[in-house]
Structures are given as C-alpha cells and as structure tokens.
C-alpha cells in the first residue's frame, strides 16, 4: 500500500466484521456514525436485511474432492480473484483521514473491486491513478447518480472513461433522501473540508417559486428524477458497460434486460432509503429466476460473513457487495482496517466453500440451501426462489 497513507493496525480483540462495528462506534463521532450507520426511518429494512442472511441455512455435501479449488469468477468479460467488492459509499473521510485513497489501496491489495461513489471526498481521478496501474487489483467501476443538468452527468461520465474506470453503475432507487431519522437526531452535517469533490462547481438548480398547496419534492426536486429514458441516454453517452443499482421489483429486472443493460445490483441502499423492503435475500431468487441468468446479477444489504457470501450465490448472485463492514474497518485502522475485512470475509468464504463440499463457485447451487426449513427458497424446477 501506498506510503502516503496512514499507518494502523487492527485493534486486538478485533476478528470479525461485528467486532470492526462495534470498535469503528468508539472511533467515530456521534454524526459520522448516524450518518454510516443508520437507516431510513425505523430501520426496518436495515435490521431485515441482516436478519435474512441469518435465516437461510446451508445444507452441506461431505466427501467431495476439494484439492485445487479457488474463489475467481468471471464478470464482465474479466476474472475476479473472489466475487466481493466494496459498495459504494460517500463522504468516506468522516471515517478516516485518508478516506477513499485507503480504501482503493486496500482493495487493490486484495483482489476486490471498487466502486467509487459519485459522492466521493477523493476525486474520482486521484482514485483512479492510485490503483490503476496495479496488476492484481479488481476491477474498478464508478457509481453515478444522474445530474439535473444533463451536461454535468455528461462531464461525469466523461471523466470516468478517461480515468480508466471500467463500467458505469447508475443509483436508480433514491430520487430522493430517505427519511433517516437517526441522522436528524444527530444534526448531521459535513464538517469543514470534507465534501463531494466530484460536483464541484456542478450546482443545483435553484428551486422555482412554489404556489400555495404544491410540494417541494412531487412540484420540484421530482422535476429532475431519473427515469427510464434517461437510462437510455446515458447508454448512449458512454463506450462503458452500464449497470443499474436499486432494482429489487422483477418487472424492474425485465425493463433493464430490455434494455441491454449489462448487469443489476440488486439493493435497498443498505435500508437507507424507503424502510419496509423487503430484504435483498428475499428479492434477489425473484430476480434470478425471472431473468434466468440472462443479466449478472449482484447483491448488497445485511453481508457479514463468507456464509452469506456463500448463501448469496446459491441464490442466484454472481458477485456480493460490502459497504458499512469496510467503513468500519476504515474508522478502525484506515487501508489495513478494510483490507482486514475484505481477508476476513474472503477466508471465511473459503473455509464455508470446504466445508459445503464447494471446490468452486460454481458449486454453490441452490441445492446447497436447506429447502427443508426454507421450502419457497427453492421452486419445483430447482430454481431459485424468494423468502
């Protein structure tokens, strides 16, 4: 890792991804922590999504052989040394110094991919030049949410491709701000210096007067809501594969195929936005079986263990997204802090794999889930389907 950066070691005692959260609570303020820890209203959503992974039970073959197996998989069109990347996340130095640059590092490092956040406190370009180079790092995307101004998103995209970013991962389920009760409480708010340096000079254009009775959100931000035709465009703007983040409904799912986009994440934005979803364990057999393999497919929400991870693509995921685990680890140690959660998640999806008798990846199937407990996992075609 890159001699710039902080050096830290992780706190004894520190050998899961709970421990990283409930260390990263003492290291952070009480507004960074509402604002990476919270959820959307009573936190529903962020309490199922966790509770989900925990409810599905693996069921175990025995005596297979298992010499030589490996974690890599392939997605679009490259190999991945395991099937984690780091979601993304804003605002990243509210949880370290160093914020995003230690986490492009420690990625690297690892063999996962990254996604960039459009709201970024690192430039998407300093990010990028960090880690480009690096043999054996992951493969690198930047996550974008469309901009009211049709050139600035334009600019974005621009940007990207020059940097060497290599797909595109458009936010489709947050046109607006959840209602994040934990973060009102708290005050929340960007301290001096840190801030979406990515949309710098990119302002938002000023509200029009309002007449008595209309809503600032449906009468005016909702004006500049993304829809699917602005999907279309934004196809149309870049040489750079596309991918949507937030899909969790199936008709969703078919619209994007539609669509040619190349990939979906399926997502509730971690519980952030609308409380009440259902969990993306629940959703994602949905999608999987209605698109049957047509699109790759890959999860975030409530991942804290290799037996998720596992769990996961035994339901139909090719890959699995982290975001609040590597933020922790970013608060406790900086780059080392979330390279020890990308090890420890990629060691304990090894030592599940063994365990299930999985030599690969492709042998998570959803004959290793226990549709015993779990009967609607599982259709009579052996499909994958919901919770």
Not at 210 to 236: I, K, R
């Amino acid at each position: 890792m890159s001699k710039t950066l902080a050096r830290a070691r992780v706190p004894d005692g520190v050998v899961t991804l709970a421990d990283h959260e409930s260390h990263a609570q003492t290291q952070l303020d009480s507004n960074a922590w509402a604002y990476f820890s919270g959820g959307a209203a009573d936190e529903l959503t962020l309490r199922t999504n966790r509770i989900a992974w925990d409810q599905i039970a693996l069921l175990p073959r025995v005596l297979r052989p298992l010499a030589g197996g490996h974690t890599r998989i392939q997605l679009l069109n490259r190999t991945l040394a395991h099937p984690i990347l780091l979601a993304p996340v804003a605002h990243q130095k509210l949880a370290h110094a160093d914020g995003e640059l230690a986490t492009a590092h420690a990625a690297a490092a690892l063999g996962a991919g990254l996604v960039l956040s459009t709201q970024s406190s690192v430039s998407l370009e300093h990010v990028a030049s960090a880690i480009r180079n690096e043999l054996d790092r992951g493969p690198l995307w930047f996550q974008l949410y469309l901009q009211p101004d049709r050139g600035h998103t334009r600019e974005l995209v621009q940007r990207a491709e020059a940097a060497g970013y290599e797909a595109l991962v458009l936010t489709v389920d947050a046109p607006t701000s959840g209602v994040r009760d934990r973060e009102r409480r708290a005050n929340f708010h960007l301290p001096a210096g840190i801030w979406a340096v990515n949309l710098h000079g990119m302002q938002m254009p000023s509200a029009e007067p309002l007449d008595a009775g209309q809503s600032p959100l449906f009468d005016s931000l909702l004006h500049h809501a993304a829809t699917w035709d602005d999907v279309a465009w934004l196809q149309a703007q870049t040489r750079l594969p596309v991918l949507l983040k937030g899909v969790t409904h199936a008709d969703d799912a078919r619209q994007a195929a539609s669509l040619n986009i190349a990939g979906l994440v399926i997502s509730n934005h971690g519980g952030r936005t609308l409380d009440t979803m259902p969990s993306t364990a629940a959703v994602l057999p949905r999608i999987a079986d209605t698109l049957g393999g047509s699109l790759p497919l890959l999860v975030d929400g409530g991942i804290r263990r290799g037996t998720d991870v596992l769990k996961a693509l035994a339901l139909g995921a090719n890959a699995v997204l982290v975001g609040r685990p590597y933020i922790y680890g970013l608060a406790n140690a900086g780059a080392m802090g979330v390279a020890h959660v990308l090890r420890l998640l990629r060691d304990e999806l090894e030592v599940a794999m063994a365990l299930c008798g999985c030599r690969t990846l492709q042998d998570a199937t959803p004959a290793l889930l226990d549709t015993a407990n779990h009967k609607s996992l599982i259709s009579p075609a052996g499909k994958a389907n919901p919770l």
